[in-house]
Structure formats: structure tokens, C-alpha cells
């Protein structure tokens, strides 16, 4: 009940925002469609007119079609960038399979004496196609493109992912804050959204015959006027882009508090947090949101922007374990102490980075760091499990999880079992709570923010600074649950602001601040114009 | 009037067509006949050119078809096939005005014409068919609605394939029955494909016997019988020759050698002498009498002779012996 309650109050606080979504979203999905369907029904047609060209087609377009979306929005990212023209490409693409196989079945399955007939009556080729058989396979043709729809309203969803808007923002928001009821106010009005195209196709099949003209030329003319409007604007819009990532734009230590802390505002794109570092690179964006140790800092050769009013919170890697634990094997203590500060933020891009670019695996790469470090590893053996060691399901805190079960194994006779890839903060903390999971690699300000959840004024109190902050969560974790940060890594994996080292050289743009007087000269400048 | 001459048909170096010729006169009803794969179709076909031939020539009233331009040469001739063909989505009316329509009558004038035509195929009253779709009509009825749009535009010229071939039994001796008096036929020039014998000889003026691309034999279906040209013309007749020859032995052909009872009774019935016997016996057959007589009478109405069945048999018989010597 309670549930249902407060999906209700969301659905009540974010109308404005779900009523532009879902526009964004039918917007992307008829505009796909429509296109598809100027392209695939002639297309569908040609072939039942030059059959060998029928299965070279169909095999091409089927191919697109297996293609996985994600992958698909990959591959249209270097050539198209982000924003709304991939999106409708990409839809387009996968509705295009269903349009023309459709259309060139239903065209086919026309009895052929009725084609026989009409020829013998003495039709031209385009008075059989115009009046016996289009009409004649009206329904299958409809079939093709109500599943079309369907297919459409659904990866409509993901190119929220590359910065079209849509539905899926919202399910993308709320999958990264683990908010049920944002990921409901996504995904309900995007199920009602399938069903209500597919009802209106279905009542349109049944007039198409008497409307078929004015609609044709309505689709045509919705094509070449209203897409351009929608389209261009992408193209022009402002020259400095940012790129964010759903959770960047909703949290309060995300862009609503930078915004407020350094006073100024960006054009901002909502992106995948895989895509963010590519559209980057690509010139697609000008400045993302990183986090400070990612290995891609490296290798695509980005700069991070010195956060000159200490707005980022720090994010401390620290091992957080259950007080339980640590009292039945209190040896940890002491084999963490030896760890204490030993990895530095470079050090952790650089393991990141082997990871990520030179595809090594976790566990030799923390395994080559501590034998480098000159610690003793031996062959991990034997089976059993005394502790288990947990790990969120990204890079650096896979190598992390290895990287304490080689110290575990190394200077205790325990033996240390992994379960990595727990999707997101909350999951990982509840595992450890619940004590299916003894320890994992925690950060300070996730801690402070997302675990403690505190408010603003007691934010403001411990202004950012790394001891005050690592003090209060151990205090208060200690006491409210009974969990323990022990000793910090070293690194700090915090929120960066970060752009391509060439142009931050080129634009003399070191810190947020120089940025943000870019970014006000260059509004100045074209307000001016 | 209708000329082929050394019409040829490849498909993929085969020949389908293989060099034939003949004419067809004006309001004459020509039968292509064969087995199946014998070629007619494709004979029938070339005619409305929805196949190419690969050398020779038609002409219709004199013009080169070939000089013309197909889709207007197809609305000239009216076309039924044994699927019919009609287009499901269209009502009975729609059907049947697609050619004038094509011909861009005015829409009082196909009115009026789909009704005509919806009466002389015998789908009265007319009100009750023009709305419905095919799916709502029998075999038979389609096939009537068929031939009405085959004759929508007065086409003086008529191409059959087959046209009762998906028809059951009696409903295609019925039709046949009907299509040979229906009123529309008259003055046709008509050419129709079948593999049926008895169809054949009902319907055709004269037959052309067709087997593996080639003309056997052109004739009336009284000459192929009786002067087979070649053995196969007289072997394709084998099985069915007795009904065969009843059939196109008409009485006038036996008055010679009939005998008069010399009754001069009203009440008797009559038969005109272009009747075929078997169709004398099959109309008698319900009178068991063996003595049972009727009266031959001429074009005129006018009495030539009184005769029971058993005495016209007699006859046949004799005039068959002559005959096939």
C-alpha cells in the first residue's frame, strides 16, 4: 500500500516531466516509424517486382535487426554522435525488417489468379499494385508495422542512453538511484504507450482505404517539415556541450549542487555512463563527468578540471566491514593497516586502465600491483570460504575485491571467496548488512550520501573535508549499524569534471571555475550576435 | 475474326507453342483441346498477349496485336479463368464494373450494365447480388458473377481457360447447359481451353485438337470423329466414341433411312432435327416405352416424321456403319 502510495505522490511531483517524456517518446517512435514505413512499403514493393533482389534485402535488413540495440547505438555513435538523430536511425533500422518483409509477403500471397484476372482485364502494373494488391494485403502490411511500433516504443527506451530523452530516462535514473517508483514512471507509460499505437494502427487499418491519400501526403509532409525542425536543432544548438550521466544529473553531490555552488549552467545531454567517455573522445560532447580514477582518463588522453571550491565531496576507497567480522578474525585489522594509503589516484587509473584498454584480467593485475608493492603472494588453494568479499560491478572494485582476497590469503591462514558484481550501492550494502557478504570496497561520500543519507546541514558542517568526513561515516555506521571503515586505500575516486586535454590546453581551461568564465564569455558573445 | 499464324512459344528453349496456325470466324465458338501441358493455355494466353510469343503473328479484324498496346488490346477482349479470379475485396457490383470502369463509363451507364448483365447470367433479382462479396456466393454463383465481368464491356471477343473447371459435376453440366443458350453468347467470337471432352463437343463449332504444342487436327466435332486425320485423332476419342458420335449425329441426319409410325399425334413430343440423338434419349428417358413416339420436326416447325426411339436407334446404328466407313 505504502508502495503505492508514494508511486503515486512521484507520478503527482514529476507530471510535467513524465508528460515531456512521453511526448519526447512518441515524438522519436512516430517519427521513426513513419519514416520506415515512406521507405519500407516502396522498398517492400520493389522487391516483389525484382524478386532476386528479395533475399539479399531481406538478409541485410534481418541482420540489423539481430543486431543487440546497445551495440547498434555503439556503432552509430562515431559516425552520428548522440542526440536524437541516432536515435531515430537506430529505431528506423530495427523497424524497418518488419515493414518490408511484411510488405513483400503480403504483396505475394495475393492469390495469383486474382493477379491473373486483373491483368486479363486489362489493368496496367500500377492499377493491379494501387487497387488489388495493396488493398489486398493491407493486413498483413499492418501486422508489419504494428509490430514495428511495438518493437520501436520499446529501444526507444534505451536511446535515452544516447541522449534522446524519452521514457527511458527515467527507467535509466532509476535503475542508477534504485528508485522503484522513478523506473515505474518510465516503464508503465511506456507499456501504455505500445499498446495505445498498436490500438490506433488498428483502428486506422480499418478506414485506410477511404483515407489513404491525405495520409500519405500528411506523412510525407510530417517527414520533411516537422523532422528537420526537431532534428536541426541538435546540429546547431550551443558549441560547448556537456555530457552527463542519468545519476550525474539527479544527485544532490551531482550537477544540481555544482550548479548552485559555482553559479553557472551548461547545455547538458543525458548519456550512458558507457557511452560518456566515447561521445567524448568523438567530440560529441566537450565535458563529461568521469569518476577521477577511471582507466579511460588515460587512454583517450582527457584532462581533469581542478574542482577549485572543493564542491566534489571525496570518495575514499576504504574496505567497509561487518563488525561481526572483525571481531570473530580480528587479524583484519591488522593485514589492512599494512595497506593503509598504498595506492595513489594515478596507481588505481593505471590498474584501471590495464583492465579496461589491455583487457588484463582483475585478478593478475592486482596480483602484478602487490607483488610490485613487494608483498608476498602465494598460490591461492585449498577450498572454504572464511570470509567473502563483495564488489560492485565495475572495474576498479573488481580489481579491489582481488586484491583483498590475495591480502587475506597472504598474511592469514583464511581463505577469502569472491562475489562480485553486485549491481549498484544499495545491493552491495544490503548483502553486507544481512551478512552475505563480510566486506567490500566502500567510499567515503557514498557512505555519507547514499548510505547515511544526510541533510544539507550536516553536509555543509564537515565541508568537505576528507578526515571530518571518513570520522563521521566510521561513527555513525559504527553505531547505527554496526560496521566498520577501516583503513583507507589512498585514492579517491571522486566525481571529476574532465574534457580532451587538447582543447582544455587550447581554451587555458584548468579548473570548474575557468570553465564556467568559458562558458558565460562564449553566451555573452552569442547573445551579442 | 481472329488469325494466328505460326504461333511459337519457348519457355527456357522448350517449346510450349510449336508453330501453329488457324482462324477463328466471327461469332463462332472455337474450342482449344488437349490433355494437360499440351500447350493450349499458353495458345489462349499469347492471344491476349499476357504471354509473349516468341515468333509469329495474330491479327484481329486485320490488326497486328502484337503492334498493340497490351493493356489496351486485354480490355477489347473479355478473359475468364477456372479460378475466376474475382477480386475478394470488392462487392459483386465493383467486380463486374472493373472494365468499364477502366473504359471510364459514365457511372449510370455501368449501373445500369452490371444490372443487365447480373439478369442474363441468371442471378435475379439483381438488388440481392450487387452488394455481396465473393466469399458469399456459391461456386456456381461466382462463376456466373465470372462471365459477367468477362462481358461487362460488350467485348465482341471472349477467351475461356477452363472456365468451369473448379465447378462440381452437375453444377457444370448445368452451366454449360445454360451458357450455350445464354442470350449474351450470341454474335460472340469466342475461344475456349478445355481438356474436356463432352464440354468440347457441346459447346465447340469447331475443336482444335492440340498435343504437345501442335495443331492435330482443326475440324467440327463430327469431322474429327469421323475423319480422324492421323491415328492419335482417332485414339483421343477411343474410349468415349459411342457417346461421342450420339452426340453428333443429329436426327436430320437419319431421316433418310427412319421409318414413319404415320401417327400425326399432338399430344406426342416433338424434337426439332437438329437435336442430337443422345440428347433425344436423355429427354425420353423418362418414358420406359421402348414404343414410345415423337415427332421430328424442321427449322420451320413443320412435321417430317413420327418415330419411336427404338426405330431411331435402329437408324443410328445403320448410319454409324456407314459413316465410319
Same mark, same amino acid.
Not at chain 1, 515524438?27 to 516502396?42: D, E, M, N, Y
Not at chain 1, 558484481?421 to 563480510?438: E, P, R, V
Given at each position: 500500500?505504502?508502495?503505492?502510495?508514494?508511486?503515486?505522490?512521484?507520478?503527482?511531483?514529476?507530471?510535467?516531466?513524465?508528460?515531456?517524456?512521453?511526448?519526447?517518446?512518441?515524438?522519436?517512435?512516430?517519427?521513426?516509424?513513419?519514416?520506415?514505413?515512406?521507405?519500407?512499403?516502396?522498398?517492400?514493393?520493389?522487391?516483389?517486382?525484382?524478386?532476386?533482389?528479395?533475399?539479399?534485402?531481406?538478409?541485410?535488413?534481418?541482420?540489423?535487426?539481430?543486431?543487440?540495440?546497445?551495440?547498434?547505438?555503439?556503432?552509430?555513435?562515431?559516425?552520428?554522435?548522440?542526440?536524437?538523430?541516432?536515435?531515430?536511425?537506430?529505431?528506423?533500422?530495427?523497424? =524497418?525488417?518488419?515493414?518490408?518483409?511484411?510488405?513483400?509477403?503480403?504483396? #505475394?500471397?495475393?492469390?495469383?489468379?486474382?493477379?491473373?484476372?486483373?491483368?486479363?482485364?486489362?489493368?496496367?502494373?500500377?492499377?493491379?499494385?494501387?487497387?488489388?494488391?495493396?488493398?489486398?494485403?493491407?493486413?498483413?502490411?499492418?501486422?508489419?508495422?504494428?509490430?514495428?511500433?511495438?518493437?520501436?516504443?520499446?529501444?526507444?527506451?534505451?536511446?535515452?542512453?544516447?541522449?534522446?530523452?524519452? =521514457?527511458?530516462?527515467?527507467?535509466?535514473?532509476?535503475?542508477?538511484?534504485?528508485?522503484?517508483?522513478?523506473?515505474?514512471?518510465?516503464?508503465?507509460?511506456?507499456?501504455? =504507450?505500445?499498446?495505445?499505437?498498436?490500438?490506433?494502427?488498428?483502428?486506422?487499418?480499418?478506414?485506410? *482505404?477511404?483515407?489513404?491519400?491525405?495520409?500519405?501526403?500528411?506523412?510525407?509532409?510530417?517527414?520533411?517539415?516537422?523532422?528537420?525542425?526537431?532534428?536541426?536543432?541538435?546540429?546547431?544548438?550551443?558549441?560547448?556541450?556537456?555530457?552527463?550521466?542519468?545519476?550525474?544529473?539527479?544527485?544532490?553531490?551531482?550537477?544540481?549542487?555544482?550548479?548552485?555552488?559555482?553559479?553557472?549552467?551548461?547545455?547538458?545531454?543525458?548519456?550512458?555512463?558507457?557511452?560518456?567517455?566515447?561521445?567524448?573522445?568523438?567530440?560529441?560532447?566537450?565535458?563529461?563527468?568521469?569518476? +577521477?580514477?577511471?582507466?579511460?582518463?588515460?587512454?583517450?588522453?582527457?584532462?581533469?578540471?581542478?574542482?577549485?571550491?572543493?564542491?566534489?565531496?571525496?570518495?575514499?576507497?576504504?574496505?567497509?566491514?561487518?563488525?561481526?567480522?572483525?571481531?570473530?578474525?580480528?587479524?583484519?585489522?591488522?593485514?589492512?593497516?599494512?595497506?593503509?594509503?598504498?595506492?595513489?589516484? #594515478?596507481?588505481?587509473?593505471?590498474?584501471?586502465?590495464?583492465?579496461? *584498454?589491455?583487457?588484463?584480467?582483475?585478478?593478475?593485475?592486482?596480483?602484478?600491483?602487490?607483488?610490485?608493492?613487494?608483498?608476498?603472494?602465494?598460490?591461492?588453494?585449498?577450498?572454504?570460504?572464511?570470509?567473502?568479499?563483495?564488489?560492485?560491478?565495475?572495474?576498479?572494485?573488481?580489481?579491489?575485491?582481488?586484491?583483498?582476497?590475495?591480502?587475506?590469503? +597472504?598474511?592469514?591462514?583464511?581463505?577469502?571467496?569472491?562475489?562480485?558484481?553486485?549491481?549498484?550501492?544499495?545491493?552491495?550494502?544490503?548483502?553486507?548488512? +544481512?551478512?552475505?557478504?563480510?566486506?567490500?570496497?566502500?567510499?567515503?561520500?557514498?557512505?555519507?550520501?547514499?548510505?547515511?543519507?544526510?541533510?544539507?546541514?550536516? *553536509?555543509? +558542517?564537515?565541508?568537505?573535508?576528507?578526515?571530518?568526513?571518513?570520522?563521521?561515516?566510521?561513527? #555513525?555506521?559504527?553505531?547505527?549499524?554496526?560496521? #566498520?571503515?577501516?583503513?583507507?586505500?589512498?585514492?579517491?575516486?571522486?566525481?571529476?569534471?574532465?574534457?580532451?586535454?587538447?582543447?582544455?590546453?587550447?581554451?587555458?581551461?584548468?579548473?570548474?571555475?575557468?570553465?564556467?568564465?568559458?562558458?558565460?564569455?562564449?553566451?555573452?558573445?552569442?547573445? *551579442?550576435? | 475474326?481472329?488469325?494466328?499464324?505460326?504461333?511459337?512459344?519457348?519457355?527456357?528453349?522448350?517449346?510450349?507453342?510449336?508453330?501453329?496456325?488457324?482462324?477463328?470466324?466471327?461469332?463462332?465458338?472455337?474450342?482449344?483441346?488437349?490433355?494437360?501441358?499440351?500447350?493450349?493455355?499458353?495458345? &489462349?494466353?499469347?492471344?491476349?498477349?499476357?504471354?509473349?510469343?516468341?515468333?509469329?503473328?495474330?491479327?484481329?479484324?486485320?490488326?497486328?496485336? &502484337?503492334?498493340?498496346?497490351?493493356?489496351?488490346?486485354?480490355?477489347?477482349?473479355?478473359?475468364?479463368?477456372?479460378?475466376?479470379?474475382?477480386?475478394?475485396?470488392?462487392?459483386?457490383?465493383?467486380?463486374?464494373?472493373?472494365?468499364?470502369?477502366?473504359?471510364?463509363?459514365?457511372?449510370?451507364?455501368?449501373?445500369?450494365?452490371?444490372?443487365?448483365?447480373?439478369?442474363?447470367?441468371?442471378?435475379?433479382?439483381?438488388?440481392?447480388?450487387?452488394?455481396?462479396?465473393?466469399?458469399?456466393?456459391?461456386?456456381?454463383?461466382?462463376?456466373?458473377?465470372?462471365?459477367?465481368?468477362?462481358?461487362?464491356?460488350?467485348?465482341?471477343?471472349?477467351?475461356?481457360?477452363?472456365?468451369?473447371?473448379?465447378?462440381?459435376?452437375?453444377?457444370?453440366?448445368?452451366?454449360?447447359?445454360?451458357?450455350?443458350?445464354?442470350?449474351?453468347?450470341?454474335?460472340?467470337?469466342?475461344?475456349?481451353?478445355?481438356?474436356?471432352?463432352?464440354?468440347?463437343?457441346?459447346?465447340?463449332?469447331?475443336?482444335?485438337?492440340?498435343?504437345?504444342?501442335?495443331?492435330?487436327?482443326?475440324?467440327?466435332?463430327?469431322?474429327?470423329?469421323?475423319?480422324?486425320?492421323?491415328?492419335?485423332?482417332?485414339?483421343?476419342?477411343?474410349?468415349?466414341?459411342? &457417346?461421342?458420335?450420339?452426340?453428333?449425329?443429329?436426327?436430320?441426319?437419319?431421316?433418310?433411312?427412319?421409318?414413319?409410325?404415320?401417327?400425326?399425334?399432338?399430344?406426342?413430343?416433338?424434337?426439332?432435327?437438329?437435336?442430337?440423338?443422345?440428347?433425344?434419349?436423355?429427354?425420353?428417358?423418362?418414358?420406359?416405352?421402348?414404343?414410345?413416339?415423337?415427332?421430328?420436326?424442321?427449322?420451320?416447325?413443320?412435321?417430317?416424321?413420327?418415330?419411336?426411339?427404338?426405330?431411331?436407334?435402329?437408324?443410328? &446404328?445403320?448410319?454409324?456403319?456407314?459413316?465410319?466407313?
Amino acid at each position: 500500500m505504502n508502495q503505492v502510495n508514494t508511486f503515486f505522490d512521484f507520478i503527482l511531483s514529476h507530471q510535467n516531466e513524465i508528460l515531456e517524456q512521453t511526448l519526447e517518446h512518441i515524438s522519436l517512435t512516430v517519427i521513426a516509424l513513419t519514416i520506415s514505413v515512406l521507405i519500407g512499403l516502396p522498398l517492400g514493393i520493389l522487391l516483389t517486382r525484382r524478386k532476386r533482389l528479395a533475399s539479399p534485402v531481406l538478409g541485410v535488413v534481418g541482420i540489423i535487426q539481430t543486431i543487440p540495440s546497445v551495440a547498434l547505438l555503439g556503432f552509430l555513435l562515431p559516425l552520428m554522435g548522440i542526440g536524437v538523430v541516432p536515435a531515430i536511425v537506430a529505431l528506423f533500422l530495427y523497424a =524497418l525488417l518488419p515493414i518490408i518483409r511484411n510488405t513483400f509477403t503480403g504483396i #505475394e500471397e495475393v492469390d495469383p489468379s486474382v493477379k491473373e484476372a486483373a491483368q486479363g482485364m486489362g489493368m496496367t502494373n500500377t492499377q493491379i499494385l494501387g487497387k488489388i494488391e495493396l488493398p489486398l494485403a493491407v493486413p498483413v502490411i499492418f501486422a508489419g508495422i504494428r509490430t514495428a511500433t511495438v518493437i520501436n516504443v520499446g529501444i526507444a527506451t534505451l536511446c535515452a542512453l544516447i541522449a534522446s530523452g524519452g =521514457l527511458g530516462e527515467f527507467i535509466f535514473r532509476g535503475i542508477a538511484l534504485n528508485n522503484m517508483n522513478m523506473i515505474l514512471a518510465g516503464a508503465i507509460p511506456a507499456a501504455v =504507450l505500445a499498446l495505445l499505437l498498436d490500438s490506433v494502427l488498428s483502428i486506422l487499418q480499418k478506414f485506410i *482505404r477511404k483515407i489513404i491519400k491525405p495520409f500519405l501526403i500528411l506523412s510525407v509532409i510530417f517527414v520533411f517539415i516537422i523532422v528537420p525542425l526537431l532534428v536541426l536543432p541538435s546540429f546547431i544548438g550551443s558549441s560547448f556541450r556537456a555530457g552527463f550521466t542519468a545519476e550525474f544529473m539527479e544527485r544532490a553531490d551531482g550537477y544540481p549542487g555544482l550548479k548552485r555552488t559555482y553559479q553557472f549552467e551548461m547545455d547538458t545531454m543525458e548519456l550512458d555512463p558507457g557511452l560518456m567517455y566515447r561521445a567524448l573522445k568523438n567530440g560529441r560532447v566537450d565535458v563529461i563527468c568521469g569518476f +577521477s580514477t577511471d582507466g579511460r582518463i588515460k587512454a583517450y588522453d582527457f584532462k581533469i578540471l581542478e574542482d577549485d571550491k572543493n564542491y566534489f565531496p571525496p570518495y575514499q576507497a576504504v574496505p567497509l566491514i561487518r563488525g561481526e567480522t572483525l571481531r570473530k578474525y580480528p587479524i583484519l585489522r591488522d593485514i589492512f593497516a599494512k595497506f593503509k594509503g598504498k595506492i595513489t589516484d #594515478e596507481q588505481m587509473a593505471e590498474l584501471n586502465y590495464r583492465v579496461d *584498454r589491455i583487457k588484463e584480467s582483475p585478478s593478475k593485475v592486482a596480483r602484478d600491483f602487490l607483488e610490485q608493492m613487494g608483498f608476498q603472494i602465494p598460490k591461492r588453494s585449498g577450498k572454504g570460504a572464511d570470509i567473502i568479499i563483495g564488489a560492485k560491478n565495475f572495474t576498479e572494485q573488481f580489481i579491489l575485491a582481488h586484491l583483498f582476497a590475495y591480502l587475506i590469503e +597472504s598474511y592469514s591462514s583464511l581463505k577469502a571467496d569472491l562475489k562480485t558484481g553486485l549491481a549498484g550501492t544499495k545491493i552491495c550494502f544490503d548483502a553486507l548488512k +544481512s551478512g552475505q557478504i563480510d566486506l567490500y570496497p566502500e567510499y567515503t561520500g557514498t557512505g555519507l550520501l547514499a548510505i547515511l543519507d544526510v541533510d544539507e546541514h550536516t *553536509r555543509k +558542517s564537515l565541508m568537505n573535508d576528507e578526515q571530518k568526513i571518513f570520522d563521521f561515516v566510521r561513527e #555513525e555506521s559504527k553505531k547505527k549499524y554496526d560496521l #566498520e571503515w577501516i583503513h583507507p586505500l589512498g585514492f579517491s575516486n571522486s566525481y571529476a569534471l574532465m574534457m580532451r586535454k587538447k582543447q582544455a590546453e587550447k581554451l587555458n581551461i584548468k579548473t570548474i571555475t575557468d570553465l564556467k568564465s568559458y562558458i558565460e564569455n562564449q553566451k555573452a558573445a552569442e547573445d *551579442r550576435n | 475474326m481472329i488469325e494466328v499464324s505460326n504461333l511459337t512459344k519457348e519457355f527456357n528453349g522448350i517449346k510450349a507453342v510449336d508453330n501453329i496456325s488457324f482462324s477463328v470466324k466471327k461469332g463462332e465458338t472455337f474450342v482449344l483441346l488437349g490433355t494437360s501441358g499440351c500447350g493450349k493455355t499458353t495458345t &489462349l494466353k499469347m492471344i491476349n498477349r499476357l504471354v509473349e510469343p516468341t515468333s509469329g503473328e495474330m491479327r484481329i479484324e486485320g490488326r497486328k496485336t &502484337l503492334e498493340e498496346e497490351p493493356t489496351k488490346l486485354r480490355k477489347q477482349i473479355g478473359y475468364v479463368i477456372q479460378n475466376i479470379g474475382l477480386f475478394p475485396h470488392y462487392t459483386v457490383e465493383q467486380n463486374i464494373a472493373v472494365v468499364p470502369q477502366l473504359l471510364k463509363w459514365d457511372r449510370n451507364r455501368i449501373r445500369n450494365r452490371t444490372n443487365e448483365l447480373l439478369e442474363l447470367v441468371g442471378l435475379v433479382p439483381p438488388e440481392d447480388f450487387l452488394k455481396r462479396h465473393p466469399e458469399e456466393l456459391s461456386g456456381g454463383q461466382q462463376q456466373r458473377v465470372g462471365l459477367a465481368r468477362a462481358f461487362a464491356a460488350d467485348p465482341s471477343i471472349i477467351l475461356l481457360d477452363e472456365p468451369f473447371g473448379a465447378l462440381d459435376p452437375i453444377t457444370r453440366r448445368q452451366i454449360q447447359k445454360e451458357f450455350k443458350k445464354l442470350e449474351m453468347m450470341l454474335a460472340k467470337t469466342i475461344i475456349l481451353v478445355t481438356h474436356d471432352i463432352f464440354e468440347a463437343f457441346d459447346l465447340a463449332d469447331r475443336i482444335c485438337l492440340m498435343d504437345e504444342g501442335r495443331v492435330k487436327q482443326i475440324g467440327t466435332p463430327k469431322k474429327l470423329l469421323f475423319s480422324p486425320k492421323k491415328k492419335f485423332v482417332k485414339d483421343f476419342f477411343r474410349s468415349n466414341r459411342f &457417346l461421342l458420335e450420339l452426340k453428333v449425329i443429329p436426327l436430320k441426319d437419319l431421316l433418310p433411312v427412319i421409318s414413319d409410325t404415320g401417327i400425326r399425334d399432338e399430344t406426342l413430343p416433338k424434337f426439332e432435327e437438329s437435336t442430337s440423338l443422345l440428347d433425344v434419349l436423355e429427354t425420353m428417358e423418362s418414358s420406359k416405352d421402348p414404343k414410345s413416339a415423337f415427332r421430328i420436326m424442321d427449322s420451320a416447325e413443320k412435321i417430317k416424321k413420327v418415330t419411336t426411339h427404338k426405330d431411331a436407334l435402329e437408324a443410328f &446404328l445403320k448410319i454409324r456403319l456407314k459413316m465410319t466407313a
